[in-house]
C-alpha cells in the first residue's frame, strides 16, 4: 500500500512524495556549491520516475545525490525521503559511482551477497534465499557463468553489471547513479544503458541519474534536470517532450523524430543555462518545461 500524507485536518491526501527538497544550500567554506533547491518527486504507484541530472562542470550535481544518499547534510533547508528526514545512508537508497567499485577480494557472486549477508536480520532471508536472489540479479545483469571470477578478471563494463546487481540486491526504493557509464567505451555505454532502462522498467525504482551527455540524459530519463552554474540550483525540467525508452535499443531510439527533438529542446536549454540566460524559477518561455513545475 502507498503511504498517504495526513491533512492538517487529519485527512489523508494523497501519497507521500519519494524526495522532497527544501530550499537546500551546501556550502564548502566559503564556497557555495547549492543554493536553495527545491524539488518534489511524487510517488508513483505503478513505476517511480527516472530523472537524469545535468548540468555545467562543477554545479553541484554530485552533492545533490550525495545529500539524498546521506553521505552528506545539508547546510541549511531539509531532505524527506518518503516524509522522513534523512538521517544518514539508508538500505532504501543504493548508490552506483562513476568508480568501479566491486570489492576485488571477492568473487562477483561475494559482491552481490555482500549487503544482503550484512542485512540478513532485517530482511529476513536465509542463506539459500540470498543466493538465490544474488544469482537471479546476476543472470538479470548478463553475467552467468561468471560468479567465479574476481573484479580483476572481468572487463570494465561487467565490473559495472557487478555494481549494479549488487545495489539492486537490496531492493532499494531510490537508485542514485553518479556518471556511472562515463568510463566505458561507446558500444558497451549504449549496451549499459539499454540494460539500466531494462532494469529500471522491471524493478521499477527511483532513479536519479547524473550524466554529461545529453543524448544519455533523453535516452535513460522520463524527465530531465538542468542545473545552472555554480552555486547549483535547478533550472529546468523537462518532461513532456521526452520520449519513452524502454523496449528500444539507444542508437534505434536516437534515429526517431520524437528524441531528435527532445535532444534539441534539452541542448538548448542547456545552451542557455551555460550561457547564464536563465533565471531559476523564472518565467523563460518553456511553459511545462520550467521548474517551477517539478
Not at 512524495?17 to 508513483?44: K, M, Y
Not at 580483476?152 to 537490496?170: E, K
Not at 541519474?209 to 533550472?235: F, N
Not at 536549454?269 to 523564472?282: D, H, K, L, T, W
Request: aromatic share 6%; with cysteine.
Amino acid at each position: 500500500m502507498t503511504a498517504t500524507a495526513p491533512s492538517a485536518a487529519g485527512s489523508r491526501v494523497g501519497p507521500v512524495p519519494v524526495v522532497q527538497l527544501n530550499n537546500v544550500s551546501v556550502r564548502f567554506g566559503r564556497a557555495v556549491a547549492l543554493h536553495e533547491i527545491s524539488a518534489t518527486v511524487e510517488d508513483n504507484i505503478d513505476a517511480g520516475e527516472f530523472i537524469t541530472i545535468i548540468g555545467p562542470s562543477g554545479c553541484g550535481k554530485s552533492t545533490l545525490l550525495n545529500l539524498i544518499a546521506g553521505l552528506l547534510e545539508p547546510t541549511s533547508g531539509r531532505i524527506l525521503v518518503k516524509g522522513e528526514p534523512i538521517d544518514g545512508p539508508g538500505r532504501d537508497r543504493g548508490m552506483i559511482f562513476q568508480q568501479y567499485s566491486s570489492f576485488p577480494n571477492r568473487t562477483v557472486m561475494g559482491n552481490v551477497l555482500f549487503g544482503l549477508e550484512i542485512n540478513k536480520h532485517e530482511m529476513n532471508l536465509n542463506w539459500s534465499e540470498r543466493h538465490d536472489r544474488a544469482m537471479e540479479l546476476i543472470r538479470q545483469v548478463g553475467l552467468e557463468g561468471h560468479e567465479t571470477k574476481y573484479p580483476s578478471m572481468l572487463s570494465g563494463g561487467q565490473q559495472q553489471r557487478v555494481a549494479i546487481a549488487r545495489t539492486l540486491a537490496l531492493e532499494p526504493k531510490i537508485l542514485l547513479m553518479d556518471e556511472p557509464f562515463s568510463a566505458l567505451d561507446e558500444p558497451m555505454r549504449l549496451e549499459m544503458q539499454e540494460l539500466i532502462v531494462e532494469l529500471w522498467n522491471r524493478i521499477k525504482p527511483t532513479i536519479f541519474c547524473v550524466t554529461h551527455s545529453v543524448s544519455e540524459a533523453v535516452y535513460l530519463g522520463d524527465r530531465v534536470w538542468i542545473m545552472t552554474k555554480s552555486p547549483g540550483q535547478l533550472a529546468y525540467c523537462i518532461r513532456d517532450c521526452i520520449p519513452p525508452s524502454p523496449g528500444i535499443p539507444p542508437l534505434v531510439a536516437q534515429e526517431r523524430p520524437d528524441f531528435k527533438n527532445a535532444v534539441r529542446v534539452v541542448t538548448e536549454a542547456f545552451r542557455r543555462v551555460a550561457q547564464g540566460e536563465v533565471v531559476p524559477g523564472a518565467s523563460g518561455g518553456q511553459g511545462s518545461h520550467e521548474v517551477g513545475h517539478l
